[in-house]
């Protein structure tokens, strides 16, 4: 009977021993990680930022002679704009270019250095992108809690989820209105912003937003716009092109960089002749009062009456709610699905999206 107790007891010895050298290396792990990616980011720090919104920040270096990736926010306005590095030197920096519509800006710090460790954007941005479940890192220095040669904040997660971005910061819209990657972490805190968030290899797969809260649900999110991320505009000779991170990145550091205060999106507003009742409550549901002859609802089917339930599979309970979710389309989408109840059954809807007729203004 005491030998089998001294058998049981030795195999439990030896399960927990097994289990705390798997649990230690898997944080080894974790942290050979963070010691690799840490030297890459910079802690920014502002002065005279407005109420409530913090005088710090996160940034990546891109570039061996000093060029950050970073958000395109508020610290960046500042006349003493700091960069502390990983080694605790310190140094100035300037804002050389920003893409709005991507909200991020390209830093440079205005000292001569080189041979600074950092990330290779077209390398990075060639990567697959990442899938739900994935287990990410999060880097960052929320609530200011390194300066100097302090080591950055680091959470770990996973991706829940890629999908675009529907946010607001108080009353303004999230520039940014991409697909980006939504993480069960709590990233997306004060300074957070210009954080990256790695996969258990250290390989870049997004930098961290701001502050936002989902314009749908009004609930705090947590993302991270993703490094291969893009918009489309018309530039000035009215051509279609697009811009990614990495070409901004590579197209500043090159000089062939062309400023623009707004990137010019295609003016083709989504048309779908509908007009909906009157918004007389902040929760009025959007019934169809009228739909327009020769219009894309009239030819897809929908009817006076109708209650719009979903749009391309949002769930649309008000005419806000509505009209926010048709906003964030882009405006050169073929098509949109519009899921409509009549009676006591759900019908399903394609609208073909056309210019707008010089006639009577919907919705």
């Known amino acids: 009977m005491n030998s089998f107790r001294f058998h049981v007891v030795s195999l439990l010895g030896l399960a927990l021993l097994l289990g705390s050298t798997g649990w230690i290396a898997a944080q080894n792990s974790v942290t050979e990680t963070a010691r690799?990616?840490?030297?890459?980011?910079?802690?920014?720090?502002?002065?005279?930022?407005?109420?409530?919104?913090?005088?710090?920040?996160?940034?990546?270096?891109v570039s061996p002679k000093g060029y950050i990736l970073t958000v395109n926010n508020h610290i960046l306005t500042s006349n003493d704009l700091r960069v502390h590095l990983y080694d605790g030197?310190?140094?100035?920096?300037?804002?050389?270019?920003?893409?709005?519509?991507?909200?991020?800006?390209?830093?440079?710090?205005?000292?001569?250095?080189?041979?600074?460790?950092?990330?290779?954007?077209?390398?990075?941005?060639?990567?697959?992108?990442?899938?739900?479940?994935?287990?990410?890192?999060?880097?960052?220095?929320?609530?200011?809690?390194?300066?100097?040669?302090?080591?950055?904040?680091?959470?770990?997660?996973?991706?829940?989820?890629?999908?675009?971005?529907?946010?607001?910061?108080?009353?303004?819209?999230?520039?940014?209105?991409?697909?980006?990657?939504?993480?069960?972490?709590?990233?997306?805190?004060?300074g957070a912003a210009g954080g990256i968030i790695t996969n258990r290899k250290?390989?870049?797969?997004?930098?961290?937003?701001?502050?936002l809260k989902n314009t749908l649900t009004d609930t705090w999110i947590n993302y991270a716009v993703r490094v291969q991320a893009s918009v489309n505009y018309l530039d000035d000779e009215k051509k279609s092109t697009s811009m990614n991170v990495a070409k901004f990145v590579d197209e500043v550091i090159a000089g062939k960089y062309k400023a623009r205060d707004k990137i010019k999106r295609e003016e083709r507003a989504l048309y779908t002749g509908l007009i909906l009742v009157p918004n007389a409550v902040s929760a009025t549901p959007p019934y169809v009062e009228e739909v327009i002859p020769g219009s894309p609802a009239a030819i897809a089917g929908l009817k006076p009456d109708d209650l719009i339930v979903y749009v391309e599979g949002e769930l649309a309970p008000t005419i806000s709610a509505y009209r926010n979710?048709?906003?964030?389309?882009?405006?050169?989408?073929?098509?949109?699905?519009v899921d409509v109840q009549r009676g006591t059954r759900l019908h399903n809807f394609r609208l073909k999206v056309t210019e707008a007729p010089k006639v009577k203004a919907a919705n």
């Open 202 to 211: 250290g390989e870049f797969l997004g930098i961290i937003g701001r502050e």
């Open 36 to 61: 690799a990616v840490n030297p890459k980011l910079v802690k920014l720090f502002g002065t005279g930022g407005f109420k409530g919104l913090p005088s710090y920040g996160t940034g990546v270096l």
């Open 325 to 337: 979710i048709m906003k964030f389309i882009p405006p050169n989408t073929p098509e949109i699905k």
């Open 89 to 190: 030197r310190s140094y100035n920096a300037k804002a050389v270019a920003r893409e709005p519509d991507l909200d991020i800006a390209l830093l440079k710090i205005e000292q001569d250095v080189d041979f600074l460790p950092h990330y290779e954007i077209a390398k990075e941005a060639a990567r697959p992108l990442a899938e739900a479940g994935d287990f990410i890192l999060a880097f960052s220095n929320c609530f200011q809690v390194a300066t100097r040669d302090e080591p950055m904040s680091v959470q770990r997660g996973v991706i829940a989820a890629h999908t675009e971005l529907r946010g607001r910061r108080g009353v303004f819209d999230a520039p940014f209105s991409g697909e980006v990657y939504f993480v069960d972490a709590i990233a997306n805190n004060p």
